[in-house]
T-cell receptor, first 117, second 110 residues
């Protein structure tokens, strides 16, 4: 089983619909992230969370919201989806606490492909 | 701000050819540098990393050296295989923040 699990893996929806992408992890990591991948643009950070009570905006947070329901769960919501939110979305985790420093390594889920028509 | 620039793809090679994918970065301080690989239908996974100048990261026959004087972290492999076909991302990390390059798609022909 994957250490970082995303659901759904694929979703097609219509403009204006509310969509939630979910992420759960069994790695015991404290930090969780949502990234968006677009061809030719690499990965861009949407939101990140250092623990359950700490949520921070990334570089492209407009149109998105998140919830850290538990240490192991981090969900991304699109309140009213629009076509330019069509992309591949990745959840990732990292561990600040190991060795007392952030090694910087990210651990990714398999991605959720979202198409907004 | 911090940024990562890597060569545009796609790169198409024959099996056993030598691979270089160029990566340069702009950052203040001393970031950690990474190469991630994304195989078709999968998420990114760490390929190798280097945390200080002159460090060489290596894994699965791939190597990259952290060159502070040229702000580069080029990925090399002496003999590629069809199974190396994937998208490769160069990235830098300072603290919690990771900046990714645009990715370079590699095709290896048998």
């Amino acid at each position: 089983d994957a250490d970082v699990t995303q659901t759904p893996r694929n979703r097609i929806t219509k403009t204006g619909k509310r969509i939630m992408l979910e992420c759960s992890q069994t790695k015991g990591h404290d930090r969780m992230y949502w990234y968006r991948q677009d061809p030719g643009l690499g990965l861009r950070l949407i939101y990140y969370s250092f623990d359950v009570k700490d949520i921070n905006k990334g570089e492209i947070s407009d149109g998105y919201s998140v919830s850290r329901q538990a240490q192991a769960k981090f969900s991304l919501s699109l309140e009213s989806a629009i076509p330019n939110q069509t992309a591949l979305y990745f959840c990732a985790t990292s561990d600040q606490r190991r060795e007392g420093r952030n090694t910087g390594e990210l651990f990714f889920g398999e991605g959720s492909r979202l198409t907004v028509l | 701000g911090d940024s990562v620039t890597q060569m545009e793809g796609p790169v198409t090679l024959s099996e056993e050819a030598f691979l270089t994918i160029n990566c340069t970065y702009t950052a203040t301080g001393y970031p950690s540098l990474f190469w991630y690989v994304q195989y078709p239908g999968e998420g990114l996974q760490l390929l190798l990393k280097a945390t200080k100048a002159d460090d060489k990261g290596s894994n699965k026959g791939f190597e990259a050296t952290y060159r502070k004087e040229t702000t580069s972290f080029h990925l090399e492999k002496g003999s590629v295989q069809v199974s190396d076909s994937a998208v490769y991302f160069c990235a830098l990390s300072r603290g919690f923040k990771t900046i990714f390059g645009a990715g370079t798609r590699l095709f290896v022909k048998a």
